[in-house]
Every structure is written in C-alpha cells, then in structure tokens.
C-alpha cells in the first residue's frame, strides 16, 4: 500500500484560493483550475514567482505528474502562468484576493473570539 505523503506549502496559506474569475472561465478544465489554484501555495514570498515543477504540482494535488503536465501546458496556454521562475500577475492577483478575504475572516473570528462567553477551539 502507498503511503501518502503530504508536501509542505512554501506560504503561509493553508488552503487553497479559485478565484471567481478563474472558476467561471470555459476555456481550461477544472482540474487546470484546480493546478491555479495550488500553484498559489508554492508561491515564493514576495516576488510571486512560482515553481512550476510538475512532480510537486502532481503531489501537492494528489494526482500523477502526467495530470500535473497537461494542467501546467493549459495554463499556460490560457497565459494564466509564464515561465518558472518569473513573476507570475495573475497568482500575484489571486494570491493578494486570498490575502485579503483570509485577513478579514481571520479580523471578524479574532474579534468574535476576543469576546469572553464565546469558546471558539481555534482560538483557545
């Protein structure tokens, strides 16, 4: 049996964002969706340059590096990513959209749980 393994993200998102202008586009799969998506956890901090190594991509998505390939070529393709390495604006834009919904649900759980009669596990 195979053990799964799981690869750290290099941010600090512990989730995965889809943009509502990536979700409703017809021209990529979801599952190229869902590469955009996790593409966003393995940004490099602060120059949003990207790796675009299909063996972590296939790992982080828990799928085959085959999988990861064709969803990197259509992305590509679609100019949603450019080379490795290089800034990439549109995960800068996704990941800066994510920054500010995490931060502000993060605000209003912090300043509901500051709020002594209110047991909220995450914060305790």
Known sequence: MQKNSIVEPVNINVCVFLPDWILVRRDISIGAKLAFA?????????????????????????????????????????????????????????????????????MSQAIWASEPDVNVPAFN
């Open 38 to 106: 996790t593409l966003g956890t393995l940004l490099k901090a602060q120059d949003y340059k990207a790796m675009l190594n299909s063996k972590i991509l296939a790992k982080r998505m828990g799928t085959h590096e085959a999988a990861a390939k064709k969803f990197l070529r259509e992305l590509k393709k679609a100019e949603l990513i450019g080379p490795e390495n290089e800034p990439q604006p549109y995960l800068k834009k996704a990941a800066d959209e994510s920054d500010a919904i995490c931060n502000a649900q993060f």
